[in-house]
């Protein structure tokens, strides 16, 4: 079955870096669309980044534009997420994600922290 699995979150001061992976396994992932997205502590989960099949088209969220760039790996089943300039209102816990058979799954998540 379709697997999931964030790892690279931390705490982290304001102005660092992280990158984010999401090793995939149980479908053919260089087909499929990927995101990353986001839910900070009380709010709704909100999608930061996407980026397509062999990864020549990706978006972002106007508030991440600039400082984070996702991209992937397709012989590794992997997606990442670099994060550049973190913020404190970055401080969420990330979730990659991709849609097939008519829904929508997830990994289970890791933890983002920017805090001095």
């Known amino acids: 079955q379709v697997q999931l699995v964030e790892s690279g979150g931390g705490l982290v001061k304001p102005g660092g870096s992280l990158r984010l992976s999401c090793a995939a396994s149980?479908?053919?992932?260089?087909?499929?669309?990927m995101r990353w997205y986001r839910q900070p502590p009380g709010k709704e989960r909100e999608l930061v980044a996407s980026?397509?099949?062999?990864?020549?088209?990706?978006n972002y969220a106007d508030s991440v534009k600039g400082r984070f760039t996702i991209s992937r790996d397709n012989a590794k089943n992997t997606v990442y997420l670099q994060m550049n300039s973190l913020k404190p209102e970055d401080t969420a816990m990330y979730y990659c994600s991709t849609f097939m058979d008519g829904g929508r799954s997830w990994g289970q998540g890791t933890q983002v922290t920017v805090s001095s």
């Open positions: 149980g479908f053919t992932f260089r087909i499929y669309d």
């Open positions: 980026i397509s099949p062999v990864g020549i088209s990706t």
